[in-house]
């Protein structure tokens, strides 16, 4: 059960807004009566900022933003005093145009050794003023930006398949290779347990870095055929990544790996590459019985040929919350109350993004002039990118920020996305001690699959159930039975262990979901 944490929007000691390490640190207590076994930290490394962190300029040390080192060693040391493991996040496909490797490749002549860190190609056409080719960036534009030489002259144009600030770096440079090793190895010796690894279906890229076949111009897509992912010698990174965190056999990592065919998925997962990597089927699919089944059968199917073990997610960072997903409203909440007690009845790590447990919806009427996802700017204001779902997490009292910065007499900073007020009754206080919220149900859940027997076992059996609902169960006895339809189903037999909504005798309501044994 890991629990991922958005620094920025998790909680902030400090006062200046922004989340930071220290508040995390203050609450692990919640974390504990969560019942989650580690979190996952989004990058807290060195960086400008440009894209939340994803930009590290140096992969070895803290931004002050967030407290600098002696806070995450902090946090380690009473993460681990509570039981709590630290995941923090390393993203080896880029760097910030911030980091000194860059800043170097900017001001040397091309040819040099200093551009060989990243893709600095010459352009097409007339002058080289043509992209080297038509790759466009995640984020909106060409995935190319031309330099101005050290002489003053239009010159090279490097690859970012993010922001500009984001440049590519080459994998074929064991310079790279050796530098990431030893960001492994910095942390891991400080007492990390693991690491989530951004873009880890990226790094590697097609010899000669030919055209894409068909640009798409929808942003934060991923696509199986497109060159600029998911290349076959990534598996290469992979392995030489696997044999560092053999040394340390209590650590883990997890892939960020956007790939949808079962097979080339399961690929990272094989015993010598990634322990585990994100699905993200389960995020993908609509709240309907043949969907959710299809995702379901696909995420095991995927890891069980090598031996990995499923993972599942509901939302992330970069994904519109669940609750706004579904259809948002009553309706949105009870859904993703449901979903949350079919994820737990699955076998394998499951990832709880923060503000799900109190059934956060996504915020999608921020005002224009707070947005900070690069996105936004990228699409020439077309796309608002993803900051709903990055809003603060509302801790406690009847106002914005809700205790998420310290109560400095109204002379504090602003959160740095606003929080709605009518988040008043979503606050972890206000759910906290009611037995039907959304965080109340969460805390039942996770005991119950930490403790309960009828949780053992790794497969999952499916059995007949009326139209539009799904009836799974485990070896060790649970049942788990999810209502899509819009009429009330039978219950399967059996004792209710929990359900997600008020229960109506025999009956499993629509929108709903219930474990049996
Ligand atoms: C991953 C991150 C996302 C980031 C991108 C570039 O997809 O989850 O937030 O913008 O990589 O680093």
């Known amino acids: 059960m890991f629990y991922q944490v958005y620094p920025r929007s998790f909680a902030d000691s400090d006062g200046d807004g922004v989340g930071d390490l220290g508040g995390i640190r203050d609450k692990l207590g919640y974390l504990e009566l969560l019942g989650v076994d580690a979190i996952w930290v989004c990058p807290v490394l060195r960086s400008p900022m440009v894209d939340g962190g994803y930009d590290v300029a140096d992969p070895r040390d803290i931004d002050e933003t967030f407290g600098g080192l002696a806070a995450m060693d902090e946090l380690i040391r009473q993460a681990h005093l509570r039981g709590i493991r630290v995941v923090m996040d390393l993203v080896p496909n880029h760097t910030s145009d911030q980091h000194p490797w860059f ?37 909106g534009g060409p995935a190319w930006t031309r330099v101005t030489e050290p002489d003053g002259t239009p010159g090279q144009w490097y690859l970012h398949i993010f922001a500009p600030e984001q440049p590519d770096l080459n994998w ?34 097609p010899d000669g870095l030919p055209d894409m076949a068909q640009v798409s111009t929808t942003l934060l897509v991923n696509d199986d055929n497109d060159p600029r992912f998911n290349n076959p010698r990534v598996h290469e990174i992979h392995r030489g ?94 859904r993703a109350r449901a ?29 224009e002039h707070v947005l900070r996802d690069p996105v936004w700017e990228r699409s020439g204001h077309t796309e608002r990118g993803r900051d709903g779902c990055r809003v603060p997490i509302p801790w406690e009292g009847g106002a914005p920020p809700f205790g998420f910065s310290p109560d400095t007499e109204g002379g504090g900073a602003a959160s740095w996305l606003p929080i709605p007020a009518s988040w008043a009754e979503l606050t972890v206080e206000a759910q906290l001690e009611e037995l039907d919220s959304t965080l109340s149900l969460y805390r039942m859940a996770i005991e119950l699959r930490g403790a309960r027997p009828e949780f053992a076992g790794d497969q999952i059996e499916w059995y007949t159930s009326p139209p539009g609902a799904l009836v799974f169960g485990r070896p060790g006895g649970l049942v788990c039975a999810l209502n899509a339809s819009p009429e009330p189903v039978a219950l399967p037999p059996g004792d209710v262990l929990l359900s997600s909504a008020p229960r109506t005798g025999a009956l499993l309501a629509p929108n709903s979901a219930a474990w049996v044994v």
Do not use: C
């Open 103 to 139: 800043t170097a490749a900017m001001a040397a002549a091309p040819g040099g050794d200093e551009r060989a860190r990243y893709l600095f190609r010459d352009g097409r056409g007339p002058e080289g003023a043509q992209p080297p080719n038509n790759w466009p960036s995640i984020f």
């Open 339 to 367: 979903m949350i007690l079919l994820e737990l009845a699955l076998p394998g790590a499951v990832f709880l993004y923060n503000g799900s447990e109190l059934g956060l919806p996504n915020v999608n009427d921020l005002p």
């Open 172 to 205: 074929d440079n064991p310079e790279v290779a050796a530098d990431f090793e030893r960001t492994l190895r910095f942390w891991l010796d400080r007492g990390v347990d693991g690491f989530r690894l951004d873009v880890a279906h990226g790094m590697a890229k």
């Open 241 to 334: 990544i696997r044999r560092v965190l053999d040394e340390y056999p209590e650590a883990v990592t997890i892939g960020e790996v956007w790939v949808d065919d079962n097979v080339r998925f399961g690929e990272y997962v094989r015993p010598d590459e990634l322990h585990m990597a994100f699905n993200f089927r389960l995020a993908e699919a609509p709240f309907a019985a043949e969907p959710l089944r299809a995702a379901v059968e696909n995420s095991i199917a995927a890891v069980t040929s090598v031996g990995a073990a499923p993972t599942w997610t509901l939302s992330n960072h970069d994904i519109e919350r669940e609750v706004t997903r579904y259809g948002g409203g009553r309706e949105g909440l009870d």
